[in-house]
């Protein structure tokens, strides 16, 4: 069974648990099949990963990457607001699109 989230690729989030409470940047992918319900948020939750070398060109050693976060863990930001808020539908002719809870603006 697929789930279907509130938050898409490219959306602007807020991180409101966690070790990168706070801050905030854009969604780069969201996981649905074998991570169930994690996201990889830009510049947050960095961890060090060891790199083998694959051939005597490519360096190897210790890279920086984005690491999986909980799609709980994260929070839309809406773009009048400014400020972390749930996701709320409205229905627009035949389409349903996104809106903030608080103030009703289409995210």
Known sequence: ???????????????????????????????EKNNKGR????????VKKAIK???????GGIAEIEAPLDI???ALVCK??????????KLDGDKKIRVCRKCGEAL
């Open 80 to 89: 009048k607001c400014g400020r972390p808020v749930r996701a709320g539908y």
């Open 72 to 74: 709980s863990n994260v």
């Open 1 to 31: 069974m697929q789930h279907k989230y509130k938050i898409h690729k490219d959306d602007n989030v807020e991180i409101i648990a966690g070790k990168d409470k706070g801050k905030r940047g854009t969604i780069l992918r969201v996981f």
């Open 39 to 46: 996201v990889i948020v830009s510049g947050c939750n960095i």
């Open 53 to 59: 070398r694959k051939s005597q060109q490519d360096a």
